[in-house]
């Protein structure tokens, strides 16, 4: 991998810092090029989702956005793909944030003995079980809304001449993401029905948090 060295010596940056030591910054270099991408441009919505989405003045009030990605040889498939990995990536990750509530609660109700820790290193075995039965139910839930490709030639670092990026902007409704949070709690639950009473009055409202956590994305 190439590093390019470039040194940072701005005269009024010197004298304004009293004369502060020249600074050395190693860059990476490019690993590739893009030798073609789809219309327009990258957006910010690949970054920020629901800020891009709000700014832009659709529904955030009754839909989540999310950002499915992939990389393949063929740019249909690979693009397939990334609407796939979205529906994945918002079960694992409603699924994971209803873990990590549930743990949290449980570990601060146990204080940090060790049954605290016990609880949480003991849910992660099923949130992977419970990621599966919540995808399968919003398969038919996620909308495509908008979608951006890239082709990338690696072959200066030695890699591959043509490999696809592609990356699927997807909504869903606000209502199904809540039902999929219920679902979550009633199965983490189920698994472990002492855990329930251990954090009986101590969870708040996990679909509020989860909207908290989706505004800042």
């Known amino acids: 991998m190439k590093k390019t060295l470039i040194t ?14 020249v600074k050395e910054v190693t860059v990476e270099a490019p690993q590739f090029k893009v030798t073609d991408a789809a219309p327009g441009g990258r957006e910010a919505w690949l970054d920020n989702p629901n800020f891009w989405a709000k700014k832009e003045g659709l529904d955030t009030e009754k839909f989540y956005y999310y950002v499915g990605e992939s990389q393949g040889a063929d740019k ?14 918002i079960a ?23 049954n605290g820790v016990s609880s949480v290193s003991a849910s992660q075995t099923e949130t992977s079980k419970i990621s599966s039965q919540l ?32 990356w699927v902007l997807a909504k869903v409704s606000k209502k199904q993401v809540d039902d999929m949070i219920t679902r979550a709690q009633t199965l983490r639950f189920k698994n472990d029905p002492a855990l329930k009473a251990k954090v009986e009055g101590k969870i708040e409202d996990i679909k509020k948090e989860y909207n908290q956590y989706m505004e800042a994305r």
């Open 135 to 166: 995808s399968k139910a919003l398969v038919s839930g996620v909308e495509k809304n908008k979608q951006y490709w890239e082709q990338r030639d690696f072959s200066q670092s030695g890699g591959a001449k043509s490999i696809f990026y592609c």
């Open 8 to 21: 940072l010596s701005l005269s009024s940056v010197l004298y304004a810092c009293g004369g502060a030591p």
């Open 76 to 89: 249909r498939m690979t693009c397939e793909k990334a609407n796939a990995d979205a529906i994945d990536d």
């Open 92 to 114: 694992k990750q409603v699924s994971s944030f209803v873990d990590t509530t549930i743990a949290r609660a449980s570990t601060d109700s146990t204080g940090s003995d060790s």
